[in-house]
């Protein structure tokens, strides 16, 4: 029988009951559903709404509950409602009428809307954890390579010198924005909704400040229609989701361009490849793609989740509940891509070599030519010019710029001298950019010293 089965006649269609069944999928927050219903039975006894003895039985028989599920000896019914009410349920059979108290004070829509909080705020900490895992990775991956040149690159076209360690390092600066939009978004989740009722509060002297204190909250909602019409909590999540995937889409490009043999700056390692069923010679790149393609799927649950919010009116509407499959789908390819991209960069192959043969072609050490004249007394625009000219030699010739000779210089720039070669020099080039966020060996030091001590704190 229903909870609400009293106001009507007919039982519900079975289609419509299957239509409006949400256990399926809010079965995964039965931890938090029965966490939460003990610490509102305590209130409950605490504030004489209910007898104590009858609090502490429904406490102990939720405890119960609880490690049943986890162990297996209890199994979720697929056929309940939903996950409140599979464990109303049980916990009536189990102790009798006063598992029917359990409800006193409190509605679905406030039960729901503290549940979904404390579960997302436990995933925020996984992901958090995974992403501290990635960021700990990449410390180590650049602080190996700290003096390996690359090209850096605008429009995929070779641009100027930079270290790998540089490189790798602007992906962090991405995580631990992600990860501290996590936490901010942890800190608006916090506060408990719980006592809202279902949207006009209650008339019983509950004590939501003990409930909240027990949940580890930081405070309750301020006003009740709010504490259960609002998912903005929800959709900031996705949104923090779409940006963590959006950076590790853009970091498995990367991956998918170095690792083809017109790069060939790395080598993946087996374990995270795969081959073809017709061309034996393969190696691909499954998993940096594979994270690319979801973040199309998270970034659809992000809009997902504000297409159904957008029209609702105050307080509750039947609507919400197509929040969680949306935002518990974000959260498990984020879990999943964090993880395995996180082994796959952990395991793969740089190949300095490479990276340094590749650096030399291109004129990525034009610019600093163009900053050596400028030194030498020459407005920027006309040593831009001059240089401009030289490299359009050197492609006619077929020659770098450090393999000119200093008459060919100076027929282009009569101010060119012996110290032209010296600022030419990838490692000068690198070294010599020691300002602040530079690539030079100091700065990518204080680029690392902020990671670690961020990976400390998080």
Not at 37 to 47: T, Y
Not at 74 to 98: K, P, Q, R, W, Y
Not at 118 to 145: C, F, P, V
Not at 397 to 415: G, T
Request: aromatic share 8%.
């Amino acid at each position: 029988m229903k909870m609400w089965a009293g106001r009507f006649k007919k039982e519900l269609d079975s289609r419509v009951n299957d239509f409006n069944s949400s256990i399926h999928f809010d079965c995964r927050m039965y931890k938090q559903d029965i966490t939460g219903s003990i610490a509102h039975a305590k209130m409950l006894g605490k504030c004489g709404i209910i007898e104590q003895s009858e609090s502490d039985k429904i406490v102990a028989a939720l405890n119960d509950i609880l490690r049943d599920i986890e162990d297996g000896t209890l199994e979720i019914d697929m056929n309940a409602e939903d996950i409140h009410m599979f464990v109303e349920s049980v916990l009536t059979e189990c102790i009798g009428d006063a598992g029917k108290r359990l409800h006193t004070a409190r509605s679905r829509n406030d039960q729901v809307a503290l549940d979904i909080r404390m579960y997302l705020r436990d995933e925020i900490a996984e992901i958090s954890e995974l992403i501290k895992n990635l960021l700990s990775e990449i410390d180590t991956s650049a602080k190996k390579h700290m003096d390996t040149v690359m090209a850096g690159y605008t429009h995929l076209q070779r641009a100027q010198p930079v270290t790998y360690a540089h490189y790798v390092l602007a992906y962090a600066q991405m995580l631990m924005r992600d990860a501290d939009r996590l936490s901010d978004t942890r800190r608006r989740m916090n506060i408990m909704p719980l006592g809202s009722g279902a949207l006009a509060a209650t008339t019983y002297p509950i004590d939501r400040e003990y409930v909240a204190s027990q949940l580890g909250f930081d405070g309750v909602t301020a006003n009740s229609i709010d504490g259960v019409s609002d998912r903005d909590f929800v959709i900031e999540l996705a949104c923090d989701i779409s940006l963590i995937m959006t950076h590790m889409s853009r970091f498995s490009e990367e991956i998918i361009l170095w690792c083809s043999s017109e790069f060939g700056f790395i080598e993946l390692d087996d374990a995270f490849s795969t081959g073809s069923s017709i061309m034996p010679q393969k190696k691909n790149p499954d998993i940096a793609e594979l994270v690319r393609g979801k973040t199309g799927r998270v970034n659809g649950n992000l809009v997902a989740l504000l297409t159904v919010m957008k029209g609702l009116p105050l307080a509750y509407n039947k609507d919400m509940q197509e929040d969680k499959e949306a935002i518990f789908d974000s959260i498990d390819n984020v879990k999943i891509s964090l993880e395995v991209f996180t082994k796959m960069f952990a395991t793969m192959t740089v190949r300095a070599d490479v990276l340094r043969r590749s650096a030399s072609m291109g004129f990525i050490n034009a610019t600093d030519c163009a900053d050596y004249l400028v030194k030498q007394g020459l407005p920027f625009r006309d040593a831009y010019k001059a240089v401009g000219t030289l490299v359009a030699y050197c492609i006619e010739h077929k020659k770098p710029l450090e393999e000119l000779s200093l008459n060919e210089f100076r027929a282009i720039e009569p101010n060119f001298g012996e110290g032209v070669y010296a600022a030419l020099d990838l490692d000068n080039c690198v070294g010599n950019r020691r300002v602040i966020g530079g690539p030079s060996r100091e700065s990518v030091q204080s680029q690392l010293n902020a990671l670690e001590n961020f990976i400390s704190a998080m």
